[in-house]
C-alpha cells in the first residue's frame, strides 16, 4: 500500500529514471493524478503539464459512465458504445452531454493554469500519469489527447492497475510502468492509507511549485542568460 499519493509518486519516479535523458514532460490527470505526478517530475527533473478529463454521464445516473472526454485544446472521446446501447441514451443527449463537459475541462484548464500558457507536446516524450486505474475508459480518453498533441513517445505511469485493464491499454501507449498490479481491484483507494480528495488549491499550489523549481533550474543552467 502507499502512505498517500506523493509516496505514490515518489516510489513510481523510482521505476521511470531511465526516461530522463529523453528529457520527458509530465502529464498529470487532475485532480488526484497532480500529486503523483509532481513526484515523478521532481524525480526526473521534468516539467509538469496537465490534461483535464470528465467522464461522460448517463441521463439521470451520471455515477454510470458512458464514455470520457478529455482536453479542451485537444479534444477527444472515448465511448462505451454497449452502455449507451443498454441504457438508451438518446444521441442529443450525448452531444449535450460531451458540451458540458468540454465547458467545464476548459473551466478547470483556466483555473489550473492561473493564465499560463499549456506546454507544447509535439515531438516529446510524454509520461502520462494518474493516480490509478480501474476500468481505464478515462485514461485512454487522456491517451488519445496526447497523442493528438503531437507527442512522440508516450508512456502511461501510474501506482496501481489490473492487469488486464494494462494489457487492454497497451495499444495505446508506447509503455506503461505500473507499481502495483493486483488482479481485483475493487477501488483504487484501498491501496492508499490516505486518498483523501484532492482539492483545486492543491493543484493550483503544485503546479505552480513545479513552475517555480522549472524556473530555477533553468536560471542554474544558463547563469548568463544564455538560451
Aim: aromatic content about 4%.
Amino acid at each position: 500500500m502507499f502512505r498517500d499519493r506523493a509516496d505514490a509518486g515518489r516510489r513510481l519516479g523510482a521505476m521511470l529514471g531511465r526516461y530522463r535523458d529523453e528529457h520527458p514532460i509530465v502529464v498529470a490527470v487532475p485532480r488526484g493524478g497532480v500529486p503523483v505526478g509532481f513526484e515523478v517530475a521532481r524525480a526526473l527533473g521534468a516539467p509538469l503539464e496537465i490534461v483535464v478529463v470528465r467522464k461522460l454521464g448517463a441521463p439521470g445516473e451520471p455515477e454510470l459512465g458512458i464514455g470520457a472526454v478529455a482536453d479542451g485544446d485537444h479534444p477527444e472521446t472515448v465511448l462505451n458504445r454497449d452502455v449507451i446501447r443498454l441504457a438508451g441514451v438518446p444521441r442529443a443527449y450525448l452531444e449535450r452531454e460531451i458540451e458540458r463537459q468540454l465547458a467545464e475541462i476548459q473551466r478547470r484548464q483556466t483555473l489550473y493554469r492561473q493564465g499560463r500558457e499549456a506546454a507544447g507536446l509535439r515531438d516529446c516524450t510524454v509520461i502520462l500519469v494518474d493516480d490509478g486505474i480501474a476500468t481505464g475508459g478515462s485514461i485512454r480518453a487522456a491517451l488519445r489527447s496526447v497523442r493528438r498533441a503531437g507527442a512522440r513517445r508516450v508512456i502511461l505511469a501510474v501506482p496501481v492497475a489490473p492487469p488486464d485493464t494494462i494489457e487492454a491499454l497497451r495499444a495505446e501507449a508506447d509503455e506503461i510502468v505500473c507499481v502495483l498490479t493486483p488482479e481485483y481491484l475493487g477501488a483504487i483507494g484501498e491501496f492508499y492509507l490516505d486518498f483523501s480528495q484532492t482539492g483545486d488549491a492543491e493543484v493550483i499550489r503544485l503546479l505552480q511549485e513545479a513552475r517555480a523549481v522549472g524556473a530555477a533550474t533553468d536560471r542554474v543552467e544558463t547563469p548568463h542568460g544564455g538560451v
